[in-house]
Structure formats: C-alpha cells, structure tokens
C-alpha cells in the first residue's frame, strides 16, 4: 500500500490490505505502544483510499485487540491491550486449513465453476450452473503440496456474505491469491449463526500404500446457517505425515 510496497492482487478487499500494512508497522514497532495513530484523513491520503476504508481497517485491528480508541483518537495497543495470539490465528477461525495453513507457502485461486452433480441440490443450485469455487494448496519448502482443498460456495452464501458476493465481478475468470482468510468472520458479521459438520477418512489408495506415497486424510467439511442452509462445502486432502491439518471452531 505504500509507494515502496509491491503492488498486491486487486482481488484483496483495500481495507484488509490498509489493516496488513497497519499490522506490519504494529508488529515490528514502527508504531511503538502506546503511540498515537494518524488521522483517519492522513491514513486515507497515505494508502490511496477513502476514509470508510480506513474506518474499517480500524475496526478490524481493534477487534484484534492491536489498537485501541477512545475520545483523543486510535493508539497502537500497549501490553495490556495486545492479544494473546498472532492476529488471524486462534482468535479467528481460519479457511480452509488451520493457522499452519495461514502461515506456510500457498496458492489459492478462485473460479465460477458447476459444482458436481452430488453437490448441487446441497448448494441451491440447478445442473449446470455456475458458482464460486476456491481451491487452495499448501506447500512444503521444497514445493511439494502438503494439503489441497477445493470448496464451493452455495447461492446462499453468495446472496447473504457481501465480502463473497462481490467475487461474481470474477465470474468467468479466475481470481489468483484471494484472501478468504476472514471468511467465516464475514459470515458472523452477515448475522449468520454457524454450524458445522466435519467428516474424516482415510482414503482407500492410502490404505492400500498405492505409490509408496505418504498416508494421507480426507476431510469433507459442511459448513451450515442456522436455518440448514449449506453455505459452503469443502474437500480437503492431507498428507499425514507431511502436515498437521488444525481446525477450530464454534458457532
């Protein structure tokens, strides 16, 4: 966001970006404790956005509890107020694969894809037609994938989650590195009261040691509103022994 930053993908919503870079400064003490923020209007000059964006840039980093505002303005968060976990990890239930996910080597896109026939009475949709899909490897340091997944989104979701449905400008196209991270944060914030159903299996290639490969887990993943409204359902594939796959979450 700053003019010797690299320029980041379009796709990334500009207050998330305008909160990591806030998050940057914050964690590496160039905003000391305790010190004073700018101005919403000097933050808005200085990342290129307006101030709504920045308001909820704010907002997102005092619910992480890394700043703190009151009548005399926004200060970076002193050692009372910081969180007892990394931003985006325990505090926040994470998509699709865990606070291990979040910090390791990925690859996400997203597409507009039919969902397979088994899916699409689940994801309110009629055969053949399109609908949001995010696929995400995570990646040892050598490049191997240590975990895939793929979800697809129902037309409730995409109806009921703003930060979602304005991906249908994608439609057609994809949409490399999307950041999806908040995903289920944008669902509590939409007014969505979550439950989740989460089944795990060991495939039966690995059973076999088809390969000689790696045991592997497969986790299929429904994710539901309190009316039992699929919103989004996920296949994940993990190497056992490559990986640890970590998941929290309640409604």
């Not at 990925?106 to 894809?113: G, I, N």
């Not at 997944?149 to 249908?168: D, G, H, K, T």
């Not at 290639?205 to 887990?217: D, I, K, N, T």
């Amino acid at each position: 966001m700053t003019e010797t930053e690299p320029e980041q993908d379009a796709a990334v919503p500009l207050y998330l970006k305008v909160a990591a870079a806030l998050r940057g400064d914050l964690a590496d003490r160039r905003i000391a404790p305790g010190t004073r923020l700018p101005s919403e209007r000097s933050l808005a000059h200085r990342y290129h956005v307006n101030r709504q964006t920045v308001r909820s840039a704010l907002h997102l980093l005092r619910e992480e509890r890394l700043v703190v505002t009151d009548r005399r303005g926004t200060f970076a968060a002193g050692s009372e107020h910081e969180p007892r976990v990394p931003a985006l990890t325990a505090r926040r239930q994470l998509f699709p694969g865990g606070a291990d996910a979040a910090e390791a080597l990925v690859r996400a896109s997203l597409t507009w894809e039919a969902p397979p026939a088994g899916l699409v009475g689940r994801l309110g949709v009629v055969p053949g037609e399109p609908t949001l899909v995010h696929r995400h490897v995570v990646l040892s340091p050598g490049g191997i994938p240590m975990q895939r997944s793929v979800s697809w989104f129902s037309r409730a979701a995409l109806a009921e989650i703003p930060q979602l449905a304005r991906y249908r400008r994608t439609r057609g196209s994809s949409t490399l590195q999307p950041d999806l991270r908040l995903l289920y944060h944008w669902m509590h914030q939409a007014g969505l009261r979550l439950t989740r159903r989460e089944s795990i299996a060991v495939p039966p290639s690995a059973m076999a040691g088809v390969g000689g490969g790696a045991p592997r887990l497969a986790v299929h993943r429904v994710v539901c509103d309190q009316h039992g409204h699929a919103l989004e359902i996920t296949d994940i594939d993990c190497a056992a022994q490559g990986a640890s796959w970590t998941y929290e979450f309640s409604g």
